[in-house]
């Protein structure tokens, strides 16, 4: 972000990315200096934490009450109905994903803002999409709602740069894996449960086939590529809201093997659901060289790494009580 000190807005703070973003940001800025927010309350020790305010974004008036009370100039703006649970309440993921952009980009521009994060997704992909190598300039043909509000997204975000010249930047991520706040409703969520069962139980149901292939990341990565992206030159930079994203690729059987490496006896099931129509619209790889080439991207973790570190966290939860 631009030197000095700023006033930062995260919403959906308790969701599976914001958890740890507002963890991130407030370690590099100061704990006072992040305000969070989501729609609901959260635990004792999160509100203990730092600053925290109920807000819904689908409410104008209330976004723009919180910018001026807190004195905000940065917002992340994490707050989003995911794929699968946009699926089955396509109108809730409307008034999030539509309105509540709209509506913190608005208060944004009227407020003079410094800076707006609003995360696209792999889920702007659909069926006419090269799966492989996934462009960064290519066909964005969704055939879910979740998708559909995320290349709205990506367009208002263009269109508020160039339009009001507000700086708003946004990457596309893949399927986020972590082990603090699990995540909400998502297609790629088999990628956190298949942990946490093979440590409680050491079986797992999967809801995708064996050879379902996606984008995947872990959580170190996906904060890095976000605080990098925003602290990055404006100079560098020549697209704005909709970076294609990339670390790792695999299929569910190829995490279960390695997760097998660690816990030999695991056994997994499939038994594909509705959500395995929304993973084969949706990409295998990704080319990401935008990224890296604008702003630096490089990930830390692959396969094997981010393997081994989530089952030592998630087995570590268990010893600790956290994990039943």
């Not at 699968?84 to 994903?97: D, I, R, T």
Request: charge should be neutral; charged fraction near 25%.
């Amino acid at each position: 972000m631009p030197p000095g000190k700023h006033r930062i807005l995260v919403t959906g703070a308790c969701g599976q990315i914001g958890t740890e973003l507002v963890r991130a940001l407030r370690q590099r800025r100061g704990r006072d200096s992040i305000v969070a927010t989501d729609v609901v309350e959260p635990g004792p020790d999160f509100k203990a934490a730092g600053p925290f305010a109920v807000l819904d974004v689908t409410r104008r008036a209330d976004v723009a009450a919180a910018v001026d009370q807190h004195g905000i100039d940065v917002v992340y703006h994490m707050a989003a109905i995911l794929s699968a649970k946009g699926e089955q309440n396509p109108g809730l993921a409307w008034e999030v994903n539509i309105n509540g952009t709209f509506n913190v980009l608005e208060v944004a521009r009227e407020k003079g803002l410094t800076r707006v994060f609003c995360p696209s997704s792999i889920a702007v992909f659909g069926p006419e999409t090269p799966r492989e190598d996934t462009p960064q300039e290519t066909v964005l043909r969704p055939k879910t709602m979740y998708g559909l509000t995320k290349v709205a997204g990506e367009l208002l975000g263009d269109y508020y740069v160039r339009k009001h010249g507000l700086d708003v930047r946004g990457c596309r991520y893949p399927g986020i894996i972590s082990h603090e706040a699990l995540p909400g409703g998502g297609t790629t969520d088999y990628a956190v449960a298949i942990f946490f069962e093979a440590v409680r139980n050491g079986r797992y149901t999967c809801f995708l086939a064996p050879e379902t292939r996606l984008p995947m990341m872990y959580m170190p990565d996906c904060l890095k590529a976000t605080l990098d992206l925003m602290e990055a030159d404006s100079g560098r930079l020549k697209r704005h809201s909709d970076f294609n994203l990339a670390s790792m690729s695999f299929s569910a059987e190829e995490l279960a093997a390695e997760i097998k490496k660690h816990i030999p006896g695991f056994i997994v099931d499939y038994r594909p659901d509705f959500r395995q129509a929304i993973a084969d619209s949706w990409p295998k790889t990704i080319d990401d060289s935008a990224a890296r080439e604008e702003w630096g991207w490089k990930p830390d973790f692959d396969l094997a790494s981010m393997t081994a570190d989530m089952l030592r966290a998630v087995r570590r939860k268990r010893s600790e009580g956290d994990l039943s």
